[in-house]
Structures are given as structure tokens and as C-alpha cells.
């Protein structure tokens, strides 16, 4: 945990450009009720500038001394135990002022050291359970920044999302009870490109705000300038910015006050709800945000009246993240359907909802002819874009045969839980110490104090000796590194060969987004093999290279295999519980050998695959026609065979949602017999 308010940043007002990002931020600066903000963006767009730069415009605040909570010793907003009783007490509450504090969350964080835990030393030293306040301890009142918040343990970014809504910290350990104010401005910030938020907690952030790089060249000199005035002489360019920051601080200053005076009157409600019926918006923390939003956007004018415009605002701050019904959409609104919804909204016309839709993959992309398919072996100069064909549905697809009755009934096509190495995960259990350091405190007292009447305490309230240790049993989730080998040689454009294999994939795409797991893509044509996409958990990114892959040259099956099976093996290096996954997508067509003959690589390979425990899943995307006999060409039975994997014909599976192939096949690499 790392206090930002006294570390050299730039001043909020000396931040070029991204107009809607600061303005977002002073939003919720005024009304911390709005539930934070989420600036999606690339690197290098201000994002943590200007959070960090935000506490610079805030007015500063009393606190009571001493008090860890940082309670208002007006009772604002809540105090916490202690305060509260000096205060019944008749006890007068010593007061200091100070800057507001920004927060950073390190992405490593657990649970514990979040909501607080319980105090080791005295519970020793004194025999009393007490809590040891955590960050949120810390953060109230102030400012909780969480960079690459998409890469935050979903447990604990719940546990976060909770105390920003309810403004209250419940701390339950070790038997104890406690609360304490959790009131704070949230803001995350992420790269798209690293990965998404689940739906769920996209949608307890208040607004959104996507940031790009400025394309304006005198812009751009302007922010040069300004970052070379601060490197220079920090404090002679936050001088020249004083009057700026003053006044901004006394327009926040003024619309807090002004805020509780602020109304919408019933027509603007209505039309926000119907708006948003409209629009598909399906959760109510939508209209919430939006009324909240437009009050304070009225206060920071200076009105006490809500106005059509500022509702129009708002939504475009509370509204896009809320309408992602598909993973790979882009969280975004368009303005013109937000002009007819609210055009709409009291007008008495019977206009359907927007079809969001909850299937995750089938429309978005339809399959097309594409143009004409290039020949197979053919040069890059025939190469293809083909579009993306429709998803494959497996739901008719059985569990492996080999897997026992025990087995099937704990594959619930879910992730699964398993045991966690170090201090991440749930607390389950406690156990004799292997070595973690993470000490159960509960269970090392339940184990000490049988003994306490014969040990000699040395001045301690609890005598703890060796024996008594136990140390936490914690479970987490599953992780699995899922590579997909896509054939775009020449072959594969004959009969929508590709536009199926990319359907396919970008099927099994959607159920890794489901369930987190990090997507690798390797493609092969022509002579060789390459990585388009290093094991990341950006889905978004795997499509879109998906969507530019060409088709066209010859097949270096043996090429792709080999390289899908580097990148795993090398993940496997850098974190030994993953499980690794590769999916096969191809004709099965090989034509490049290595070195010597084709079908003795490849089964060398396969069997290579197997050896290593990595899961491998075959698509055979070849075609039988009419014929009623089965005579493939391909060799992707012989690749499921040797590397004893799952095999699936994709002409065998009817168009619809993927399901249930990688829930299948990640049961049984996590299970294996």
C-alpha cells in the first residue's frame, strides 16, 4: 500500500487534452456516490496522471487524530467504533487536517491485507483478538486507484466492489466481527489489449470513459511541453498552475454543496428508465448511475435543475459498459441510438428493446462466401481473408469414455477449484506448516491452548510453541494456458474450410472468456509457423487476429504443432500448476515436413505432446461431401491418436453456441485417468 498525496505529479490542470476522462474524475470527486470510474485505454494516455493528480484539486480534510479509520469528526458519512463511543462518552475529538490520500492496490493484494485481519502480536502478547485494519482501512475518505484493475483476483475485486457500493467495511475473521466507513472514489484503469472485466463488475463501476492517443500534432507539442516543464522545475510548473487548481477546487467545493439541492424532476426519470429499456440496458444500476450522474453534472454547472442535456451526458459515462452483451463487443454507445432512445422515452411509441442478445458469438459475425478460394499450395500473392463462419455447437458431445463415474460427477463444465500455492486464494482449512509463511492464526491458537495451563507464558497471554503452527489451506482457481493452432494454408479456403475453422475457434474463444483462461494464437502456411498472439487473457485481441488472418500457401502442420507446443511448454516453466491446452484447427492436409517424412514427424510430435501432459483438442475441419464413406486425406485423427486427445469432425456439428468442448476437455486434463 503506497501513499501517492505527496509524490511529485503533475497538476490535474496541466493534463493536455482527455476532456472526458477529467471530467469523469471531478465527477466523482463531487459525488463519490456515483460508484467510481473505469478509464479503459492504451498505455501511455495519462491514465494514472491523472488519477494521481486528481487529490491535487481536492479540498483537504479534518480527520480525527490518530484514528486509522480517518473518521470525520463530524460524523459525516459514518465514524467507526472507537470514535463513536468517545464520542457517547461526551469526549472531545482531536482533529487534524490533511490532503486527501490516493491509494495505489497492488495487483498481488489478498483479501486479507484489503479488508484487514486479525493482529497477530497482540493476540498474542495480550490474548485479545483484534482487527489489523487493511487498505480499505486506509482509503477512506480518499482516493483508491487500482491500475490494470483487469488483471485483479475476481474475489478480491468483489470484496473491493462491495465496499465502494455500500460505503461500509464488514471485517469477519477468526471468530470477530467488525465494521468500520469505507466511503472512497474508485477508479481502475485498464489496457484493453491485457484482457476484460467480468459483466458483473463492469457493471458495479458507476461510469466508463475510454481514452486514446491524441492525434492533434499541436496537442501533442503541448503535452511535450508541459512534461519538460515539470522534469525541469517541478515546483515553478505546479506554481504556474496554482490559480487553475484553485479554481477548479472551489467549483468542486461549490457543486458539493450544491448537490444535495439539485432535482430531476419525474419526466426526466421516466424517460432515463424507458431510455434504457430501450437500449437493452438490462441492470438497474444503470438508471441509478445515470440520475446521479446528471445531478452532478447540473451541480458542477451551478443549477439546481436536472436538464435533458445533462441526462444525455451521463449516459454516455454510465451507459456503454452496461450494454456489452457479447464478450468481443466493444464496450460503446452509439450517439445516434442514444438520441432516438431519448427522443423516444415519453413519446407513447411501442418500440422494442435493442436485441442485446445473450448468445456470445453466432450473429456478430456471419459467414460469407468470401471470394474465390485460393489454390491450394499456392503463393502468398493468392493469399485470402476469409471471413469468420458461424460458431459450432457440441452440446451432443460426450465426456471421454476412459473418465470414471467419480470423475464425471465432479466435471461440472465449470472452472474448477483447486489448491493454492502461497497466499493467494480462499481460506478453506488449516494444516501443518510446508513452508508458506501464511500462518492460520485461528487454528495455531485452537492448537495451543489445551497446553496453556502447563507452559510457562514468559509475560505472554498465550504460550505458542513450535507444534502449535498451522498454516492456511487455500483454494484457487484453476488456470488454464489454451494455445490454438489455426492452419491458414491453401487448402483450407476450398468448401468455407477457413470461415468454419475460424467459427470454431472463435467459439472455443468465447468459452475461455467465460472462464478466464489465458488464449494463445499460433498460426501456420507456406513454409513455417507463427505466434500471432503470445499467451495473453485478451480475447478481443486473439479475434481481431483472427478475424486479418489470410489464407493461402502450403501446409506446415508439422511446424504449427511444434511451435504450439514451445509456447506452452515455455508457460509451463514460468508457473508449473498450469494446465496447458492446445486446440488444433486444420484439414489435416500436411504437405512441409520438417526434415524428413510427413506423417512420422507428425506422430512423433503428437506422441512428443502427450509426454508432456499437454491436453490436445482436434478440430478437423475437412469436408466428406456427400459420399457415404468416410475417407479423410488429412492426418488429424492420427494427431488426436498419438497425443491422445479429443477428436471432432466439424462437419459433424450443427451451427449454434459452443457450449461445452473446452469445459469437456479442461475435465479431463484437470482429471486426467
Known sequence: MLYRAQRNVLPFTAIVGQK?????????????????????????????TAVRALAGVL????????????????????ICNACAEKKAAGEELETDRRRVRVVDLPLGVTEDRVVGTVDVERAIREGTVTIDPGILAAVNRGILYIDEVNLLDDHVADVLLDAAAMGV?????????????????????????????????????????????????AERVAIVRAAEAFERDPGECRQAYDAAQEELREKIVDARALLPSVTADDALLHAVAEACIRLGVRTHRADIAVVRTAKTIAALDGRTAVTRDDVREAMELALPHRMRRKPFEEPKIDPEDL??????????????????????????????????????????????VLPVGDPIDVRKMSL????DTRERQRASGRRFETFSAGNAGRYVSARYP??????????TLRAAAPHQVVRDHKGMAVAVQKEDIRERVRVGKVSVACVFVVDASGSMGATKRMESAKGAVLSMLVDSYRHRDRIGLVAFRGTSA????????????????????????????????????EVLLQERRKNGEVIPMMVVVSDGRANVPLAGDVRQEIVGIAEEIRSYGIRTVVIDTEEMGNSFLEFRLGYCRAIA???????????????????????TERDAAAHPA
Open 641 to 663: 491418436e498419438h497425443a491422445d486427445g479429443g477428436y471432432y469432425p466439424i462437419g459433424d456439428l450443427s451451427a449454434g453456441l459452443l457450449h461445452g468442448i473446452t469445459a
Open 59 to 78: 479540498p483537504e480534510i479534518d480527520v480525527v487524530r490518530g484514528c486509522p479509520y480517518s473518521c470525520d469528526p463530524a460524523g459525516d458519512g459514518g
Open 169 to 217: 467495511n464488514v471485517v469477519e475473521r477468526e471468530g470477530v466481527s467488525f465494521s468500520h466507513p469505507a466511503r472512497f472514489i474508485l477508479v481502475g484503469t485498464m489496457n484493453p489489449e491485457e484482457g476484460e472485466l467480468r459483466p458483473q463488475l463492469l457493471d458495479r463501476f458507476g461510469l466508463q470513459v475510454t481514452v486514446e492517443g491524441i492525434v492533434d500534432p
Open 339 to 384: 438520441d432516438e432512445a431519448l427522443q423516444n422515452a415519453g413519446s407513447g411509441h411501442d418500440h422494442p428493446p435493442r436485441d442485446g442478445g445473450d448468445d456470445a458469438a453466432g450473429d456478430e459475425h456471419p459467414g460469407g462466401d468470401g471470394g474465390e478460394s485460393p489454390p491450394s499450395g499456392g503463393s502468398a500473392a493468392h493469399e485470402t
Open 530 to 565: 507463427e505466434i500471432l498472439l503470445p499467451l495473453c487473457s485478451s480475447v478481443d485481441l486473439a479475434q481481431k487476429q483472427l478475424e486479418d488472418l489470410p489464407t493461402g500457401g502450403k501446409t506446415p502442420l508439422c511446424a504449427g504443432l511444434m511451435k504450439g507446443m
Open 400 to 403: 471421454p469414455e476412459r473418465r
Open 434 to 443: 510446508t513452508g508458506t509463511g501464511d500462518v492460520a492464526l485461528d487454528a
Open 20 to 48: 472526458i476522462m477529467k471530467r469523469a474524475l471531478i465527477l466523482n470527486a463531487i459525488n463519490p456516490g456515483i460508484g467510481g470510474v473505469l478509464v479503459r485505454g492504451e498505455k501511455g494516455t495519462a491514465k494514472s
